[in-house]
C-alpha cells in the first residue's frame, strides 16, 4: 500500500516568513495528492490539491509542487500569518484511498 | 448549515461497553468515509462506503462495525470497547469514490475509555 512520509514534524516561523512541508510517497500510480489544514479542536480541510499531471499550484499565498520522477510534494506558505498556525496534512491518492503524513505543527510567531 | 455533522462530540465509556458515534451530511455525496486519529495525531482511514455499500474496510477489529441507512448517514459502532479505542474519530464524505476527490470532514468525536 501507499506510505507517505511528512517533513517536519514540527515549525516554527516568525509571522510575514515563509513556511516549507515536505512529503514523500511510495506508490507511484498514485495521481492525487491534497493538503490538508487542521486547526484545534476541528475536523481536517482541504487548502490545496495537486494532480499527477500538474507540477505546481498555487492559491494566493499558498502553493504546492510535485516532482513525480521522485515521488515528493511540497507545500510552501508565504508571508505567514498567526491564523496560518495549524496542523498540516499531505495525502496521497490511491487504491480509492487516501493515505495521510504524519502531520506538521505550524506555530506562526507573532 | 453544517455540512458534516457528527454526534456526540465527547464520548467517555468504560471498558467493556457497546458505544455508537452517528454522522450526517447534507452534501448530496455518496460516499462516506470513519477515519481514526490517534493521540500522536495520526489520520488513519477505517472505512468507505458508497451509496450504503462497504468500498473499503482497513483491517479493522470486528468489534468497529458501520452501519448505512442511507447514503446521507454512516454510524459507527464498536463493541466492547478498549483501552486503546481512545481516539478522535472523524467521519467525512466526499462526491465520488475514487479517492481523487475534496473530503470533507466532520467536527470529530473524542471517546475516552476509562
Known amino acids: 500500500g501507499e506510505n507517505v512520509e511528512q517533513h517536519p514534524s514540527t515549525l516554527s516561523v516568525q509571522e510575514g516568513d515563509s513556511a516549507v512541508i515536505k512529503c514523500t510517497y511510495s506508490?507511484?500510480?498514485?495521481?492525487?495528492f491534497p493538503w490538508y489544514k487542521q486547526e484545534l479542536g476541528k475536523g481536517p480541510q482541504l487548502i490545496i490539491d495537486?494532480?499527477?499531471?500538474?507540477g505546481e499550484k498555487k492559491d494566493q499565498r499558498i502553493a504546492v509542487t510535485l516532482n513525480k520522477t521522485a515521488k515528493h510534494f511540497s507545500l510552501h506558505i508565504t508571508e505567514t500569518q498567526p491564523e496560518d498556525s495549524a496542523v498540516y496534512f499531505c495525502?496521497?491518492?490511491?487504491?480509492?484511498?487516501?493515505?495521510f503524513g504524519a502531520g506538521t505543527t505550524v506555530t506562526v510567531r507573532a | 448549515d453544517t455540512a458534516v455533522s457528527q454526534t456526540p462530540k465527547y464520548l467517555v465509556t468504560q471498558m467493556g461497553n457497546d458505544k455508537s458515534i452517528k454522522c450526517e451530511q447534507n452534501l448530496g455525496h455518496d460516499t462516506m468515509y470513519w477515519y481514526k486519529q490517534d493521540s500522536k495525531k495520526f489520520l488513519k482511514i477505517m472505512f468507505s462506503?458508497?451509496?450504503?455499500?462497504?468500498?473499503i474496510n482497513e483491517t479493522v477489529p470486528n468489534r468497529f462495525s458501520p452501519k448505512s441507512p442511507d447514503k446521507a448517514h454512516l454510524n459507527l459502532h464498536i463493541n466492547s470497547l478498549e483501552l486503546g479505542d481512545s481516539a478522535v474519530y472523524f467521519c467525512?464524505?466526499?462526491?465520488?469514490?475514487?479517492?481523487?476527490?475534496?473530503?470533507?470532514f466532520g467536527p470529530g468525536t473524542r471517546l475516552t475509555v476509562l
Open positions: 467525512a464524505s466526499s462526491h465520488e469514490t475514487s479517492g481523487d476527490n475534496e473530503q470533507f
Open positions: 495537486i494532480r499527477s499531471n500538474v
Open positions: 495525502a496521497a491518492s490511491s487504491d480509492y484511498k487516501l493515505s
Open positions: 506508490d507511484s500510480a498514485s495521481n492525487y
Open positions: 462506503y458508497n451509496n450504503k455499500e462497504l468500498i
